[in-house]
């Protein structure tokens, strides 16, 4: 009998889905003669057996497409003993041998809990974020195709702040780590970048570096930062971060924004320097994916196919190096991949020296 496997896509969306989702149903049919079924709005649809067929006619002409087909939620399916049950037995009710979880930490953490509690539900993750947060892998799809679209926004505020010789403070996603911010800041030429990773002084790390840019006779200047970075209070103490909406997901998220916002304000304030403030917000995470994410993507679709016909489970699919390939998921999958101190260095070298 055919092996019948279950693909879900479970957070926030990102381009590149649909190229794992076409490449695991490419390979699994025409390799391994695999049946699978398509589990709408992530654990949700699994919650609610809401499914589609997913052949090769489904899944053909989705490379370019930005997205999910399968569409996806922010259900938690270990949020209760109740939501438990019925995802372990849904899962046999549909007769699955197999899921395929595409998601983050939350997604393929709710995954490996699963499979922790009950061996026969067989998954294997593959690993998706723009934020490109996740443990185990060096990078995520979704992440070049928003850091390239990040890239260019920041070149056209260069010609806007210029013609009109002011600040520009540009918001980027990635909630409790850097990397968006930091590299499309370094690749978008920004005089300042502010992340997660380190809380910055507003006065040290803001508002003197732009004094000194404006002594210098600079004409304008970028300011990137990520929606997650935090105010240091004093030696010891962070400040808060800034908030949207207090409502939490199932998965005890908060909905971060504002800080650019804040930050034009207080450098019109302190610095007299007139600033304007753009959140690039989900224009990171819509659109078509990049030739980068395309191929990693279709990479990784294929080898969570591979996976499933090797009977391995508890796995998820990371790149190595060069090399996609299955790794064991565990506890760790939980935490977030932070910037290492080469890149938090890095962020802070194009930034004027003050001497403070
Ligand atoms: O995790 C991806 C991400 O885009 C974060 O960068 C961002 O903070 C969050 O999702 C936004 O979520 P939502 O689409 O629910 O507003």
Not at 25 to 47: P, T
Not at 301 to 320: F, P, T
């Amino acid at each position: 009998m055919a092996t019948r496997v279950g693909i879900l896509t479970g957070g926030g969306d990102c381009p590149g889905l649909n190229a794992v989702i076409r490449a695991a149903v490419y390979r699994g049919k025409n390799e391994y003669n695999m049946e699978f079924v398509g589990i709408r709005y992530g654990w949700k649809g699994l919650l609610e057996k809401d499914t589609i067929p997913l052949n090769i006619d489904d899944v053909r002409d989705t490379i370019a497409i930005g997205g999910t087909m399968l569409r996806t939620s922010r259900t938690n399916p270990t949020k209760t003993e109740k939501y438990i049950k019925t995802a372990i037995k849904n899962f046999r009710d549909l007769e699955l041998d197999y899921l395929i979880a595409i998601g983050g930490e939350d997604t393929l953490g709710a995954a490996f809990k699963l499979w922790k509690i009950d061996n026969d539900f067989r998954v294997v993750g593959v690993p998706k974020t723009i934020d490109n947060d996740l443990w185990g892998t060096d990078v995520t799809f979704g992440f070049d195709t928003a850091i390239n679209l990040a890239v260019e926004a920041i070149d056209h505020l260069h010609t806007t702040a210029r013609s009109h010789n002011r600040v520009m403070v540009v918001e980027l996603m990635g909630r409790h780590a850097g990397w968006i911010t930091l590299e499309a800041g370094i690749g978008g030429g920004a005089d300042i970048i502010l992340i997660p990773e380190v809380p910055f002084d507003i006065e040290k790390d803001l508002c003197e570096p732009l004094r000194k840019l404006k002594a210098e006779g600079r004409e304008y200047a970028i300011v990137a930062v990520s929606e997650g970075a935090k105010l240091k209070v004093d030696e010891d103490r962070d400040g808060s971060l800034i908030i949207q909406e207090v409502d939490r997901d199932e998965f005890g998220h908060v909905r971060l924004g504002g800080i650019a916002k804040a930050l034009a304000e207080q450098i019109e304030d302190r610095v007299g320097w007139e600033s304007r403030f753009v959140v690039l917000g989900h224009l990171q995470r819509g659109g078509p994916p990049s030739a980068f994410d395309r191929v990693l993507s279709t990479r990784y679709g294929i080898a969570a196919a591979d996976a499933v016909a090797e009977g391995l489970s508890g796995v998820m699919i990371a790149l190595k190096g060069s090399v996609v390939e299955p790794i064991e998921m565990t506890e760790e999958i939980k935490n977030i991949k932070k910037l290492p101190e080469e890149y938090r260095r890095m962020a802070k070298l194009f930034s004027p020296k003050t001497g403070k």
